[in-house]
């Protein structure tokens, strides 16, 4: 419960200005064979085929396989006035984001959100914070070659891929070359320091991916510090080609 009050109140704070009370996306539960469940929420007045954003969460050291669930049922108000649908699993410590049974799980989770009638599989754009956007920049690596075209852009939230290195995984920004990442970090992250984030910046610039660097220096770690920005992530994922 206080996840879902958390994203609520996100969700609030991204639609001051008139919008709050507008309907929330349908989210489905995707449970699957390994024990976890997933959330895939669909706008509610969808219409024709949607961008899909894959989010992945933040905190798996919360032990929680259905929190991409959670999350996915926080989230549905921001996804339905953003014009999106959003899939999100879940990871836990035994299986982690950067690791090889989370890759089967992503991809065996887009091939079932892809038969949804509402959900273009050919538009996709990975996402996410903390933990989570580690994991998404390793998953684009491990899974760019395969997704080719369908893959759009990345964008990500307080988040430094060196922690990848303390399991023995490392991140090539050459996975990235001619790829859009929007990359949002702030100056007061407890966890991860502005100055050491610019240099993964740099090494994705001399890579060639179309880096969108966002530094927000009185900004810290929580999603809390990022309802504007995350506001914006409809408008950058609708100019995606």
Known sequence: MRMNRFFVK????????GA?????????????????TAGLAIPSKAHGKLPLVVWLHGGIGANNPAKGLEAARGFSVWTDTSGFAMLCPSAWP???WWSASARQRLEKLLVIAAKDPHVDGHRIVFAGTSDGGAGILWL??????????RLKGVAVWSCDPSVLQNYGVSLDPRAFAGLPVRWSQGGNDRLFPLE????????????HAKLESHPVLWAGHDLMDWQA???QLGAWVRKLR
Request: charged fraction near 15%; proline fraction near 8%; aromatic fraction near 6%.
């Open 10 to 17: 996100i969700c609030l704070g991204l639609l001051m200005g």
């Open 20 to 36: 709050i009370g507008h309907a929330a996306s349908a989210v489905r539960a995707l449970p699957l064979p390994d024990g976890s």
């Open 94 to 96: 035994a299986s982690p």
């Open 140 to 149: 684009t690596q491990e899974l760019r070659p395969s997704l080719g075209k």
């Open 196 to 207: 050491d984030v610019r240099q993964w910046w740099n090494r994705f610039i001399v890579a």
């Open 229 to 231: 920005d995350l506001g």
